[in-house]
């Protein structure tokens, strides 16, 4: 009777460690439907209703965004503190991959979006960042992830 007592006890007094959340490729996350691929580019409409939010997902390589009206949502990205982001219609963002991060509306909205992802790692990536920097500055870009 003791053992298994004592067994009980012990288990008690180690702190217990959370798991760490596994991440999933963006084609993995249900959130986000793949609607173009090429060898070129892949194009995810990405909708995510309120009071859900996506599964931690990860960007491996740059990618740009087009808000398809106004989104309000909870940006939180593994290793960072987690952001509120506010976007208007048609809105341009950029992102250079990399990390895992989970989207939550915020507001009375869903979450609306165009992401196009390149579908291979980049070679010139600075010249090309700053062609499409060049032309969404007239955008108004604001940069949403990372």
């Known amino acids: 009777m003791k053992a298994p007592v004592l067994g009980l006890l012990s288990f008690l007094a180690v702190p217990q460690i959370a798991p760490v959340p596994q991440n999933v490729a963006i084609t993995e996350e249900m959130h986000h439907k793949l609607v173009l691929e090429n060898p070129y580019v892949r194009i ?61 509306p915020v507001s009375d909205s869903s979450f609306n979006n165009i992401t196009s992802c390149s579908a291979r790692k980049v070679r010139q990536k600075t010249a090309a960042r700053k062609s499409l920097m060049d032309r969404s500055a007239i955008a108004s870009r604001v940069p949403i992830h990372r």
């Open 44 to 104: 995810f409409h990405a909708s995510v209703p309120i009071h859900e939010a996506t599964l931690l997902h990860r960007h491996d390589l740059p990618y740009v965004t087009v808000s398809l009206g106004n989104n309000d949502f909870m940006n939180a990205v593994v290793g960072k503190p987690e952001t509120e982001v506010v976007q208007k219609d048609r809105q341009i963002g950029y992102s250079e991959g990399g990390f895992a991060h989970t989207i939550r």
